[in-house]
């Protein structure tokens, strides 16, 4: 079967036909790095991890490129508000997603350009679009896209140009533009903006806009023509009708399959900060392994919506130890699968299927959970050969899906973590027994759940606002667990 996507620019679910065979061009709109990020700005990087994955898995040579906005009226704004040079917090905010992306396992991508770092491909884009009649001037350092001059514009959405609203470039004087729908494709620097946040150019100083961004990157790093433009369902207007826009105008062919995530939602609402209901990755992740944060950002089809409620991350949590502590006993069994052999196995058809039909990831996660099933049966049972067989093909359908509980990424958030909170569990009733006899005045029993838990190497203390539970340091504990 070939790989089927949903090409949100023709609206239709298409075969999906590399440029070269076996070789797979992708942009990915990435960061703003105007703040921290929330879970809702994972949503991407995990869903186009998940692409990336499948499509080196069948054999793609890919080439990923996941772009940095640094620079940007938010950016310039809220480090103005910080006392703190718009560089220097753009940098620590790239930091944080970075350091995001690496704690949920997505993949790095094979460039990841700033725009800072590519002015001079903007200035020759935007130049051959001045040249070729398809942008103009309205004073020194503003350079506008004329809409009417490229008559497939609207086409990605769908829209008619008397039917779209002005572009919001945050422009005050709206009469400099032919047309309220023109966009900025170079904006003039303002007063009271910092001098380093503005370049040179033949038609003055000012910085980028947003859209000719992209458009200059992607052209630098995947050329004229390029496989597929990812992005939040959000981007897709006014960015990526912008960004096709002017590159097709320009005479590229651009992107040949536009494919565009969901949102994360709260109540029905798109995840941000303006809401007041966004979630910071550093907050979560405080609380729970990152593995269950990336099974419950995974589980759900890229292109739907994923509402985010109270039991969303319990409800992976204990899906994710099911699967997690399968692989683990197995292995205890029947000895660890090295990566070469999880990478070699062949997939279950019916994933494979699942995966080909516009990375259906839930229909998928149906076929491993089929194998989790069969592998605790047969380990219940005694057949290792089967058990080992199950383990390896589950693995590899996970690894695709970037949650392999046996990879080097996830192996310390299987075991470790289920055994704590199972003594949790343990202990807090053990010492709700005890608190019960001491109140009966029956100190033998209190006494012996004490001594009880010290063989077992945990120290009680009581105190006034109740008892108080640790592990033993080591000199405590019983000699003989030290050879």
């Not at 947003?210 to 960015?239: K, N, V």
């Not at 494919?259 to 029905?268: D, E, K, M, P």
């Not at 739907?304 to 699967?323: C, G, K, N, V, Y």
Request: one cysteine or more; proline letters at 5%; charged letters at 25%.
């Amino acid at each position: 079967m070939t790989l089927r996507l949903f090409d949100t620019a023709t609206r239709t679910v298409r075969d999906f036909v590399p440029l070269v065979p076996n070789e797979v061009g992708i942009y990915l709109c990435g960061a703003t790095v105007q703040a921290p990020p929330h879970i809702g700005h994972l949503r991407s990087g995990i869903a186009f991890d998940v692409l990336v994955r499948w499509l080196r898995r069948t054999g793609h040579r890919v080439t990923l490129v996941r772009n940095v906005t640094d620079i940007d009226d938010k950016i310039l704004a809220k480090a103005a508000d910080a006392g703190e040079p718009w560089w220097a917090w753009a940098a620590t905010n790239e930091r944080a997603f970075t350091a995001a992306y690496d704690a949920l396992g997505v993949l790095p991508p094979s460039y990841e350009p700033r725009a800072t770092g590519h002015v001079p491909a903007m200035i020759e884009l935007m130049d051959r679009l001045v040249e070729t009649g398809h942008a103009y001037t309205s004073g020194p350092g503003d350079v506008w896209f004329d809409v009417r001059s490229y008559p497939e514009y609207g086409a990605l959405t769908n829209q008619r140009v008397d039917d779209m609203i002005p572009a919001p470039d945050g422009t005050v004087d709206d009469d400099a533009k032919r047309d309220p729908r023109d966009f900025a494709l170079w904006k003039a620097a303002k007063p009271g903006e910092p001098e380093t946040a503005s370049w040179d150019t033949p038609f003055g100083r000012g910085r980028p806009g947003w859209h000719l961004e992209c458009s200059a990157m992607a052209q630098r790093y995947l050329g004229e023509s390029f496989d597929i433009h990812g992005g939040g369902l959000d981007l897709r207007f006014p960015h990526h009708e912008n960004e096709q826009a002017q590159s097709r105008a320009a005479g590229y062919g651009f992107a040949q399959y536009w494919l565009h995530n969901g949102w994360v939602t709260q109540s029905g609402a798109k995840m941000s900060k303006s809401l007041g209901n966004g979630l910071l990755v550093t907050v979560v992740l405080a609380k729970e392994r990152a593995a269950v944060l990336r099974y419950a950002m995974t589980a759900v089809q890229y292109s739907s919506m994923l509402e985010w409620t109270d039991d969303t991350l319990r409800e992976a949590e204990a899906t994710w130890d099911r699967l997690a502590g399968f692989v683990e006993r197995a292995a205890e069994k029947v000895g660890v699968a090295d990566d070469a052999e999880v990478a070699g196995v062949e997939l279950p058809a019916e994933f494979v299927a699942a995966m080909d039909d516009d990375l259906n990831v839930p229909a998928a996660l149906a076929v491993v959970h089929e194998h989790l099933r069969t592998g605790n049966s047969a380990l219940a049972r005694g057949d290792l050969e089967e058990s080992r067989t199950a383990m390896v093909v589950l693995r590899a359908m996970l690894d695709v899906l970037g949650l392999d509980p046996g990879g080097s990424q996830w192996r310390a958030h299987g075991s470790d973590a289920r055994y704590a909170r199972a003594l949790e569990s343990v202990v807090a009733a053990e010492l709700e027994a005890r608190a019960q006899a001491r109140a009966a005045r029956d100190f033998a029993t209190s006494d012996a759940i004490r001594d009880r838990l010290a063989a077992a190497g945990i120290v009680v203390e009581d105190s006034s606002s109740g008892a108080r539970w640790s592990l033993a340091a080591r000199a405590d504990t019983d000699p003989r667990d030290e050879g």
